[in-house]
């Protein structure tokens, strides 16, 4: 509800200031408009992040694939054989799967929850330094204001380009 809001009133704001600024002087008021999202999606900085990432948890992944793959077995095995167990074998496997399957989804659940905790850390990260390429092209090429969020941008204005090369050349 506030970023709605905040959104709302800045659509309100920005055309008041292009307004006072064209009539408070005759110079030219230089407007750029950035999409984050293509930056989180495409710069050199989050690709790395990205990669990063997938090393990071890979591990995790393989161990969750093995023990769906062990619960798919059982349950195989009791679909095709369960009729012919005696039953207390077959109430052991399908102890054995209750407990692989409750196990599974902890697992599962923990390892969406650390990776969005990552991802989240990362892109903290690779928008800082996005932020910190919009500040510095914006004060050497004169931009009185850079907008992140537009609802509509003119391909004139969109400076996402020079951004990603800006955070492409950085080390």
């Known amino acids: 509800m506030k970023t709605r809001t905040l959104k709302m009133w800045i659509?309100?704001?920005i055309p008041a200031l292009l307004l006072t600024a064209g009539q408070a002087s005759a110079t030219e008021f230089r407007v750029g408009v950035v999409d984050t999202e293509?930056?989180?999606r495409e710069s050199v900085p989050a690709m790395k992040a990205e990669k990063k990432i997938e090393k990071e948890f890979a591990v995790r992944d393989q161990e969750i694939k093995k023990i769906s793959q062990q619960a798919r077995d059982i349950q195989?095995?009791?679909d095709k054989e369960g009729m012919t167990l005696p039953d207390a074998e077959r109430r052991n496997k399908e102890r054995e799967?209750?407990?692989?399957?409750?196990n599974l989804q902890r697992m599962q659940r923990e390892f969406r929850e650390d990776l969005n905790l990552r991802k989240n850390e990362e892109l903290v990260v690779?928008?800082?330094?996005?932020?910190?390429?919009?500040?510095?092209?914006a004060e050497s090429e004169k931009f009185d204001l850079v907008l992140q969020e537009a609802v509509y941008r003119n391909?004139?204005?969109?400076i996402t380009e020079k951004v990603l090369k800006f955070l492409a050349n950085e080390k």
């Open 11 to 13: 659509a309100c704001l």
């Open 38 to 40: 293509r930056i989180l």
């Open 76 to 78: 195989a095995f009791l």
């Open 97 to 102: 799967l209750d407990n692989l399957n409750a």
């Open 126 to 137: 690779v928008l800082g330094l996005a932020n910190k390429a919009i500040q510095q092209i």
């Open 155 to 158: 391909p004139k204005i969109d």
